[in-house]
């Protein structure tokens, strides 16, 4: 009685697995995988790639630059306020613009997307020249101390204006399918407005509110074009990251700018993250 061997099992390399798996796919996850990864993956894989050749010591040298660590201040503390000012008054603009009727309203509502339609370079212009000394609103503040156009508070105003649509325009979907039987019906059992706010509107609006923030965040840190106007673009008084990267490449300081590219992404993932968190944590108390 002979024996035979079982035929041999033909295994396809190991690195062909991934491209098996992403065969079984859907294709518009395929779709959705391969734009991603096109668009939004490969750039920043290729930065930090860039970033890493010089060295952790030299990346620590430049990324800590006095110059540097400066306009992280400039950008971050200044987009965190510019996002939390929008915050409250891009709910307070979406609020009155759902729940009151007055003349223009539409005009008003349209013009809430102006930022978003406007180039930053306009707007920056704009910006400055109305904030200015000789300016509309910027002589009305001069004989109180206040100079905007070409300091520290004209980029937190320019952060402002770009921003503040994302707030506006993410509150107020939620705020018109909002029940008013429900604040009826808590005013009937004896509750103040201030409590039929915190209580029965604030919840489901505080998801929103920080997704608005945290999308006008990231605008604001990002910004360019109106902020590289409206500032005097000087060290340590109101230069931010992507000035200063645009500076390190006009120097064809590449690797520089790389690191401060990458720098500027790390911060911005954690304060991001940070965001996230504080939505799950709305979202457990609605």
């Avoid at 630059?65 to 939390?84: G, K, M």
């Avoid at 008003?108 to 707007?123: E, G, K, R, W």
């Avoid at 990231?218 to 645009?246: C, H, M, Q, W």
Wanted: net charge neutral; proline share 7%; with cysteine.
């Amino acid at each position: 009685m002979t024996i035979t061997s079982p035929p041999p099992v033909h295994r396809s390399p190991a690195w062909q697995a991934p491209f098996r798996l992403f065969s079984k796919v859907s294709w518009p996850l395929k779709i959705t995988i391969a734009y991603l990864s096109f668009m939004l993956l490969l750039p920043i894989t290729a930065m930090i790639t860039k970033a890493s050749t010089i060295g952790p010591s030299e990346f620590w040298r430049i990324a800590t630059s006095e110059v540097a660590l400066a306009t992280y201040d400039v950008t971050f503390t200044t987009a965190i306020v510019a996002a939390l000012i929008d915050g409250v008054f891009g709910t307070l603009i979406a609020w009155v613009l759902v729940r009151y009727d007055f003349p223009l309203k539409r005009l008003i509502d349209a013009s809430v997307d102006l930022p978003f339609a406007l180039p930053t370079a306009v707007a920056g212009l704009t910006l400055a020249t109305v904030y200015s000394e000789n300016g509309w609103i910027g002589s009305l503040l001069l004989p109180f101390g206040l100079k905007v156009s070409f300091t520290r508070i004209g980029v937190g105003i320019a952060m402002i204006f770009i921003s503040l649509p994302f707030v506006v325009r993410t509150v107020q979907p939620v705020l018109t399918e909002l029940d008013k039987d429900v604040e009826e019906s808590a005013w009937c059992m004896g509750a103040s407005p201030w409590q039929t706010f915190w209580h029965v509107i604030f919840p489901p609006l505080m998801p929103p509110i920080l997704t608005g923030v945290a999308l006008g965040f990231s605008r604001a840190v990002g910004e360019y074009g109106s902020t590289v106007i409206i500032s005097s673009n000087t060290p340590f008084k109101d230069l931010i990251a992507p000035v200063l990267i645009f500076q390190r490449l006009e120097q064809y300081d590449f690797a520089g700018a790389t690191v401060i590219g990458t720098t500027l992404l790390i911060i911005s993932l954690v304060l991001l993250l940070g965001i996230n968190l504080l939505q799950a944590w709305g979202r457990r108390y609605d």
